[in-house]
């Protein structure tokens, strides 16, 4: 065997042993208002894991025409009601 076969053979055993990446889940929440630091309004309808330390608001914006679009942000800050 030569070494690029050895080096192959370990790498596959490996990624086959390493457990598979869970997709993305969003939680919902009750929806409020919030904005970002841009100051674009938003609406927050759940949040959603990154990674282990990192959560991400799960929000829908609307446009000047009226299209509405999801997104994520990181920071936000509720409007005052």
Known sequence: ME???IYRMIDERLESALPKAAP???MRIAPF???NYQG???KVIGVT?????DMDFVVIRT????EMFAGLEDSLWKNPA
Request: net charge negative; charged share 50%.
């Open 3 to 5: 070494e690029y076969d």
């Open 24 to 26: 993305k889940q969003m």
């Open 33 to 35: 208002e919030a904005f």
């Open 40 to 42: 674009d309004e938003v």
């Open 49 to 53: 894991l990154q990674d282990e330390d």
């Open 63 to 66: 446009n000047s025409e009226g």
